[in-house]
């Protein structure tokens, strides 16, 4: 006869497995390069940088990721139909997008990013920042 504190421990056992297997199941994967390039090539980006309020799109920053490479960056605020404040340049290294602008951001470490995207939500992705000074910045597609 099974003892009732064997039993106990043998449904702590696969209550762990099982929760294990959930998490490896909703485990956030990184996108490959080409996942990357046809994400963003041409896509104006709507980024929500650490430290803003999520849902509030007067915090949002819209930049172009343009197909040839190049990068308009505009100031926290602007519209989509806003001149670009800043220029630069984007491109994907290994499975990381990344970019460098010349005068956005200098002081906070946005003009020069790297980092791998994954999908975050229906709607939004996100870019983990690979310097670890920024952390995660969210962006949505054409926003």
């Known amino acids: 006869m099974e003892s009732p504190r064997l039993r106990c421990s043998a449904n702590r056992w696969v209550l762990l497995i099982a929760f294990v297997t959930s998490l490896a199941a909703n485990a956030q994967t990184d996108l490959s390069a080409e996942q990357i390039r046809n994400l963003v090539s041409g896509q104006t980006l709507a980024f929500r940088f650490p430290g803003v309020p999520p849902a509030d799109p007067k915090f949002f920053s819209h930049w172009d990721f343009r197909t040839d490479g190049s990068l308009c960056g505009r100031l926290i605020g602007s519209s989509v139909a806003t001149e670009c404040a800043d220029v630069g340049v984007w491109n994907v290294q290994g499975n990381s997008l990344c970019w460098t602008l010349q005068r956005i951001g200098t002081s906070s470490g946005i ?33």
């Open 111 to 143: 003009n020069s990013v790297c980092g791998p995207v994954r999908k975050a939500t229906d709607s939004l992705y996100e870019l983990q920042e690979g310097s670890g000074k920024l952390g995660s910045i969210l962006f949505g597609i054409g926003k």
